[in-house]
């Protein structure tokens, strides 16, 4: 295994740190953030290390940790499974003879100062099936693990798998609260209402108490801290259909930054280091950028989500799906487009697109260029005068 990378490097650790007495949140310990979705493709994993990025380049201690088997957060930040010199697994004991190692000694560097990252090493089916195991009947271990770094971390974000498994019962279990990324399509937009549902019922079932309207219980844990839209694209019309409908439904509940369709998030992986780093100005890094501020700022300020309010949404979705008319929400967050675009109404479903429609519209943008002149324009940036989407 190749760790010359990582050899030397300089890592928070528990016994060369002292811990700060305050964290940017103004809080004595790190906050704790899953990103959660049920459907993949959704942009999880590039928020987790853009947003993580953006947040340490405002000053946070950032860890990052990966509980998808897939491994994308290292993949991300430039290494292969095979190139990990310690992984999320190790916390896990071998055997009675053989500990677990501390997550705080297992966080390796990434290319950005203040951002560290864990990972999963997974390689072959039964080393997913193991580490599954161990998440699903040994959750208390990464519980653990994850409250000892709340002490050098002033931020933890973990990428949680598309799907309700083991994997993202601990990181749930592990978290203060929770992110929602929203994909503009119809698809990802349907299935928020039966996840905000599975993390009700669960917070049930593990937090049986619900006495938290009382001067005397302690806060309500794990709470819904937003979503926001991700790909999205006011030039289509599902990408607007979506948007409205997204407000509509949630409310307040949905941050007023989005984060668009771009070709410079889309080359994260062949890079190897978050958007943020190499093109800051990009309209996806701008939006990363307003999404950090907008998540501190709503905790500093307290309007964060409330039990009431999600439960309000998750009937107000309920009667959408029945085929009931929506109740209006109480507030309305800044949409994410500032320019008016033509809305869709509510009774009525997105217009349909006929594919020469769909190549006269993609003609237009082009402005006539050929197909070699937009891939040349697109990674050299020769072009000048034209709509740049990055």
Not at 3 to 13: E, H, K, T, V
Not at 38 to 47: E, F
Not at 154 to 165: F, H, M, R, V
Not at 233 to 249: K, L
Request: proline share 7%.
């Amino acid at each position: 295994m190749d760790d010359a990378r990582f050899a030397g490097q300089d890592l928070p650790s528990a016994h060369g740190r002292t811990p700060r007495d305050r964290t940017p949140w103004n809080t004595v310990e790190g906050r704790v953030i899953s990103l959660v979705s049920r459907k993949g493709g959704v942009g999880k994993t590039t928020s987790a290390v853009n947003l993580g990025a953006a947040l340490a380049l405002s000053g946070h201690t950032v860890l990052i940790i990966g509980t998808d088997p897939q491994c994308g957060v290292c993949r991300t930040l430039g290494t292969v499974p095979l190139e990990l010199p310690s992984s999320l697994n190790d916390i896990f004991a071998a055997g009675d003879e053989t500990p677990g190692q501390n997550l705080t000694d297992l966080a390796l560097t990434s290319p950005l100062e203040n951002l560290y990252f864990v990972s999963p090493r997974i390689i072959t089916l039964a080393e997913e099936e193991t580490y599954l195991d161990n998440l699903g009947n040994r959750a208390e271990v990464f519980i653990r693990e994850v409250d000892q770094a709340r002490q050098l971390y002033d931020t933890i974000l973990i990428d949680c798998p598309p799907s309700l498994g083991p994997a993202t019962r601990a990181a749930l279990l592990a978290s203060d609260s929770y992110l929602v990324p929203i994909q503009a399509e119809e698809l990802c937009r349907e299935s928020i209402g039966a996840l905000l549902e599975f993390v009700d019922a669960f917070k049930d079932r593990t937090y049986p108490h619900g006495d938290h309207d009382t001067a005397t219980a302690p806060p309500a844990p794990l709470t819904l801290e937003g979503m926001f839209l991700t790909m999205a694209s006011e030039r289509t019309r599902m990408g607007r259909h979506v948007a409205a409908r997204v407000s509509e439904e949630f409310g307040d509940l949905v941050f007023s930054a989005g984060v668009p369709r771009t070709t410079r998030l889309s080359e994260m992986a062949l890079r190897g280091k978050p958007a943020v780093i190499y093109d800051r100005r990009s309209p996806g890094s701008r939006a990363y950028f307003d999404l950090a501020d907008e998540l501190v700022n709503r905790y500093s300020s307290g309007t964060g989500s409330s039990p009431s309010l999600i439960d309000d949404m998750i009937a107000s979705m309920s009667r959408s799906l029945a085929g009931e008319p929506l109740a209006a929400p109480a507030a309305r967050p800044e949409t994410v487009y500032q320019e008016p675009q033509p809305q869709v109404p509510e009774a009525q479903s997105p217009e349909m697109v006929s594919l020469d429609d769909l190549l006269a519209e993609e003609e237009n943008r082009g402005g006539g260029r050929s197909d070699e002149d937009w891939e040349e324009g697109y990674w050299s940036g020769d072009f000048t005068g034209r709509d740049r989407l990055n």
